[in-house]
């Protein structure tokens, strides 16, 4: 089957991987309708573990998550781009003081009436979107732990990269120090970040997709915000390099 490959759990294994794909079909299946592998179970008892090319199988009524579309989203980077977290260090700074730079994008700048806003309460593990003071969107998320909250403030998108690599640095991970250990690890729905990185103007720090979509509102991350990879891509569409991000 397409995207499933083999995903040791050592991430130095990974580490020599050329992507981090889904461990079986039904791995990809739950992804792809929007729920994890012990829910799928249950809708189809005794038929997840030997999936072949022609089962048919039970799964939730919702718009398919395609992962091959994840490539035709704009604005977003191609594989090539660095590393989701490793990005040229900068001081960290208030949005006023590190206006969003020119990006290679296809989307072009908002006006300030048009410009969408991401506000995430940190408390109800909540991301919503908004335009003007109408709130159009709202995906559930992993926030920060105690030893790496996420960032309160407010903030901006800076960069929009999909099918991220990812700087697997322990102490980083743990403490928030960078070493000199680390693995750079491949892309693919199964990378810690999932398909696509948001990179906001505080370093290191981004809003996410991850491996883990069961984790997703009752998990805590490094640091970043973390969804489901079915929510997004969702999300990526609906803001731009620029787009103000509270986190309260």
């Known amino acids: ?8 759990a050592s991430v130095k294994e990974q580490a020599k991987l050329k992507a981090l ?37 039970r799964v939730p009524n919702v ?23 490793d990005l040229p260090d ?10 969003a730079p020119p990006q290679n994008l296809s989307a072009t700048p908002a006006s300030p009436t048009s410009m969408p806003s991401v506000k995430i309460d940190t ?9 003007g003071d109408k709130l159009v969107a709202v995906y559930p998320v992993t926030i920060g732990s105690t030893q790496t909250a996420s960032p309160i403030g407010d903030w901006k998108v800076r960069r929009m990269s999909k099918w991220p690599r990812f700087r697997y640095d ?29 990179a906001l103007n505080k370093k290191g720090i981004g809003i ?7 984790s997703i509102g009752h998990s805590v991350s490094h640091g970043c915000i973390r969804l489901a990879n079915w929510d997004v891509v969702r999300l990526v569409e609906r803001i731009k390099v620029g787009t103000p991000v509270s986190i309260h």
């Open 208 to 214: 996410h997709g991850t491996a883990t979509p069961d």
């Open 63 to 85: 718009e398919p998550f395609e992962l091959g579309a994840v490539k035709e989203l704009k604005p977003g980077s191609e594989i090539n781009a660095p590393a989701a977290n």
């Open 90 to 99: 900068e001081p960290d700074k208030t949005p006023e003081e590190n206006p």
């Open 170 to 198: 322990e102490e980083m991970l743990k403490h928030g120090q960078r070493s000199g250990h680390f693995y750079m690890l491949p892309p693919g729905p199964r990378s810690p970040v999932g398909v696509l990185w948001i």
């Open 21 to 57: 794909l889904y461990r079986d079909p039904a791995d990809a299946i739950a992804e792809k309708f929007h729920c994890d592998i012990h829910f799928l179970e249950q809708l189809n008892p005794g038929k997840t573990k030997s999936i072949k090319p022609g089962y048919q199988l």
């Open 123 to 131: 408390k109800a593990n909540m991301l919503g979107v908004f335009e």
């Open 1 to 8: 089957m397409q995207n499933v490959g083999k995903l040791p």
